[in-house]
């Protein structure tokens, strides 16, 4: 587990004694902000609020999104942000030391192990809800009843494999989300697949 509070020691040559001064600051209250009150702002608007050090937005905003894998520090929630970054720096947070692929691997055994039939290169084209049995229709005109489907695809893509998704909730929640998409300019290093 890393030490407590390592962007400290990342900042000696990139703030200003004044950004020094003010990121301690940040650091010696993180654990004692009430997540609750700022539950109702975005995560740079309490920034903005609690210290006036640009790059201490920006290291704040970069902590968070390497958390979180939010990319827009305008669209989180300061609560749910903050309480992220308490847990991080109290080393309540724990990171997946062979990536991800380990806990996939781990997920589809265990679900293995009570059962669940997992198919591969298979294309849904629908999926049809009628309590208490689900229906997935395959392009090859298979159909597989079960209890319960896991649509791993986006919202707009699951909206359209759903049979009259726009009479659930699915269809409220694809009018009110944002996409967040990201490119990469360059990447630094070359990589064999």
């Not at 004692?32 to 790059?55: F, G, Q, R, V, Y």
């Not at 691997?105 to 084209?125: F, S």
Request: glycine share 4%; charged share 20%; aromatic share 8%.
């Amino acid at each position: 587990m890393s030490q407590r509070h390592p962007p400290i020691r990342l900042v000696n040559n990139l703030f200003s004694l004044k950004g020094k001064i003010s990121l301690t600051k940040l650091m010696l209250k993180l654990n004692k902000i009430d997540t609750e009150k700022i539950d109702n702002i975005s995560l740079k608007e309490w920034a903005e609020m609690t210290t006036h050090d640009p790059l201490v937005h920006l290291l704040l905003f970069a902590i968070s999104r390497a958390n979180t894998y939010v990319p827009y520090p305008e669209l989180y929630l300061a609560g749910p942000a903050i309480r992220q970054l308490q847990r991080t720096f109290n080393g309540n947070a724990f990171y997946i030391s062979e990536g991800w692929g380990t806990l996939i691997e781990d997920l589809k055994h265990q679900a293995e192990l009570v059962g669940v039939t997992i198919m591969n290169h298979r294309k849904v084209i629908e999926v049809k809800y009628d309590r208490p049995v689900q229906r997935v229709l395959f392009t090859n005109g298979d159909i597989l009843e079960v209890s319960f489907v896991i649509v791993t695809a986006g919202l707009k893509e699951t909206c359209n494999l759903v049979y009259h998704a726009e009479h659930t909730s699915l269809k409220r929640w694809e009018n009110q989300a944002r996409s967040i998409h990201g490119t990469i300019k360059k990447l630094t290093h070359s990589f064999v697949l």
